[in-house]
C-alpha cells in the first residue's frame, strides 16, 4: 500500500473514531469501546473496498455490507457520515428520540445501511442470504459482515457458517473483530470461543488471521479473498478495544459506558492531535 493510500485512511479511521467518542457523548449512552476496535477496518471498507456510491444508496449492483455486531452503529454511522451518506453533524443526535441515528442500525430510516441489527448472531445470517441471492441471480456484488468476538459465541453464527460454506458462497467475508473483551469480561471467562481460525476452517471457510489496525495486512486479506473461490473467508483481524483513546484501550469498562464532559475532552484532544489531516 502506498504511503498516501496509507495516510488517507488514517486519517478516515481517526475521523471514525471522532465520531463514535461525539457520538456517544453527546447520547450519554452507547457502545465506544468495540466501535473504536474496528475504525481501520471500516476505513478501509468504505474509502477502499466496498463498491458503493452515497448519491444512490439503493443501487442493485452495490456491495452490501452487515454490522453483525449491530451495537458497534457509532462506528458504522462516522464511517457513512465520512463517505457522504449524511451530515457529519448528525452524528451529535445520537440516540435521541428524535433521531434517526439511533443505538441500532435501522436499515429503514438510516441511509447506506443494507441490514438491520443488534440481537446477536442475526447479521450474519443476513449476510448470508444476500451472498446467497446473488449467487442465485448471477449478480456480481460481494457481501461483507463485522461480527464481534463475543457475538460468535451465538450458536445462530455456526448455522450460518456451515450454510454458506455448503453453498460455496465464494462472495461472502465475514470478519471477526477479535478483541478478546465482552461486556462482561473477557470471551475467554464468559464462554471461550477460542481456537477461531479453527474453528472456521472446520465449518469449511477460508481462513486469514491479521492485525485488524494494520493497513498492509487488511488489504492483503481482502485482495485474497477476492481470489478465494469455492468457499466463504473469514478475516479473523486482532485488535485493541477502545484503541485510539489511551483511557479506553483494552479496558472492559468501556463496552458500554460513554464518557462524560472531562472524559470527553481528553478524548477528543487526543484523536484530534494525532488526526493526519491536522498534521499534515
Same mark, same amino acid.
Given at each position: ?39 481501520? /477496518?471500516? =476505513? ?5 473496498? *466496498?463498491?458503493? #456510491?452515497? @448519491?444512490?444508496?439503493?443501487?442493485? $449492483? ?109 462472495? /461472502?467475508? =465475514? ?5 478478546? *473483551?465482552?461486556? #462482561?469480561? @473477557?470471551?475467554?471467562?464468559?464462554? $471461550? ?88
Amino acid at each position: 500500500m502506498t504511503a498516501e493510500k496509507k495516510n488517507l485512511l488514517a486519517q478516515k479511521a481517526n475521523h471514525i473514531r471522532q465520531g463514535v467518542i461525539e457520538g456517544t457523548f453527546h447520547a450519554k449512552s452507547g457502545h465506544p469501546g468495540g466501535s473504536l476496535s474496528i475504525a481501520e /477496518l471500516l =476505513a478501509f471498507l468504505y474509502f477502499s473496498e *466496498l463498491r458503493v #456510491d452515497p @448519491t444512490n444508496p439503493h443501487d442493485s $449492483s452495490r456491495d452490501r455490507f452487515v454490522l453483525s455486531k449491530g451495537h458497534a452503529a457509532p462506528a458504522l454511522y462516522a464511517a457513512l457520515a465520512e463517505r457522504g451518506y449524511f451530515p457529519i453533524a448528525d452524528l451529535k443526535t445520537l440516540r435521541k428520540p428524535d433521531s434517526y441515528l439511533q443505538g441500532h442500525p435501522n436499515m429503514n430510516d438510516v441511509p447506506g445501511v443494507d441490514m438491520s441489527t443488534g440481537s446477536l448472531g442475526q447479521g450474519i445470517s443476513a449476510a448470508v442470504g444476500m451472498a446467497l441471492g446473488a449467487k442465485l441471480s448471477g449478480e456480481d456484488f460481494r457481501v461483507y459482515t463485522i461480527l464481534g468476538d463475543g457475538e460468535i459465541q451465538e450458536g445462530q453464527v455456526w448455522e450460518a457458517a456451515m450454510f454458506a460454506a455448503a453453498k460455496k458462497l465464494d462472495q /461472502l467475508v =465475514a470478519v471477526v473483530d477479535n478483541n478478546n *473483551l465482552q461486556i #462482561d469480561g @473477557t470471551i475467554a471467562e464468559v464462554n $471461550s470461543p477460542y481456537p477461531i481460525p479453527e474453528k472456521f476452517r472446520a465449518f469449511g471457510w477460508h481462513v486469514i488471521e491479521i492485525d485488524g489496525h494494520d493497513y498492509d495486512q487488511i488489504e492483503a486479506a481482502f485482495a485474497e479473498a477476492r481470489t478465494t473461490k469455492g468457499r466463504p473467508t473469514a478475516i479473523i483481524a486482532k485488535t485493541i478495544k477502545g484503541i485510539g483513546v489511551s483511557y479506553m484501550e483494552n479496558q472492559v469498562g468501556w463496552h458500554g459506558s460513554a464518557p462524560n464532559e472531562e472524559q470527553y475532552q481528553m478524548a477528543m484532544q487526543e484523536l484530534v492531535a494525532a488526526d493526519p489531516e491536522r498534521q499534515a
